[in-house]
């Protein structure tokens, strides 16, 4: 079964960096697009970024682009987010997406269970 | 960038009754749209792709129409287990905006 475990998240001051990583298994991890959603506490869901199978196209939400990168280990089967300059508003729950398409634009039909990213002094 | 507007923001029906939600493009996206469900607590569940396409194992009383700008989910009869936010996503673009939510509850 396709499994997406998250880990990277804690407590981090305002303006420093923070590597979210996403471990992958039960399906082919190389075809398949994939994605970062965040969810603030008690608010909507937020897309941030997306990566293609190859990791050769990656976008982002106009709120992080500049300062967070995807990026993928297809070898280890892993996705990472580096999140730099952190801002109190980047706190929620970072959740690390499969897309049913290898590009990404398909729609998001697996998800992990989220780590927490507190920004806070 | 193309917006996403839901509507209701939370709605309150009866067990049986059929619940519409709608969600509007600000710009055309053909049928490139996913609706997902959020229970309390939990992580979210794909329902719909492609605006109209049940995901495998989604009960069949939920539904998914429209295209262009203007697109609706449908539950035909309200379960207690549908109490969930539902949000809809665009995705033939970056970025791939979500709705707002709509909160729906049982009377």
């Known amino acids: 079964q396709v499994q997406l475990v998250e880990s990277g998240g804690g407590v981090v001051q305002p303006g420093r960096s923070l590597r979210l990583s996403c471990a992958a298994s039960g399906f082919t991890f190389s075809n398949s697009g994939m994605h970062w959603v965040r969810q603030a506490p008690g608010k909507g869901l937020e897309w941030v970024a997306v990566i293609s199978y190859d990791g050769s196209n990656k976008y982002y939400a106009d709120s992080v682009k500049g300062r967070f990168t995807i990026s993928r280990d297809n070898s280890k089967n892993t996705l990472y987010l580096q999140m730099n300059s952190l801002r109190a508003e980047d706190t929620a729950v970072y959740y690390c997406?499969?897309?049913?398409?290898?590009?990404?634009?398909?729609?998001?039909?697996?998800w992990g269970q989220g780590t927490l990213v507190t920004v806070s002094s | 960038d193309i917006q996403m507007t839901q509507s209701p923001s939370s709605l309150s029906a009866s067990v049986g009754d059929r619940v519409t939600i709608t969600c509007r493009a600000s710009?055309?996206?053909?049928?490139?749209l996913a609706w997902y469900q959020q229970k309390p607590g939990k992580v979210p569940n794909l329902l719909i792709y492609?605006?109209?396409t049940l995901q495998s194992g989604v009960p069949s009383r939920f539904s998914g129409s429209g295209s262009g700008t203007d697109f609706t989910l449908t539950i035909t009869s309200l379960q207690p287990e549908d109490v969930a936010t539902y949000y809809c996503q665009k995705y033939n673009s970056a970025p791939q905006t979500f709705g707002q939510g709509t909160k729906v509850e049982i009377k």
């Open positions: 710009q055309g996206i053909s049928n490139n």
């Open positions: 492609a605006a109209s």
């Open positions: 997406a499969k897309d049913r398409d290898s590009g990404g634009w398909g729609g998001v039909n697996y």
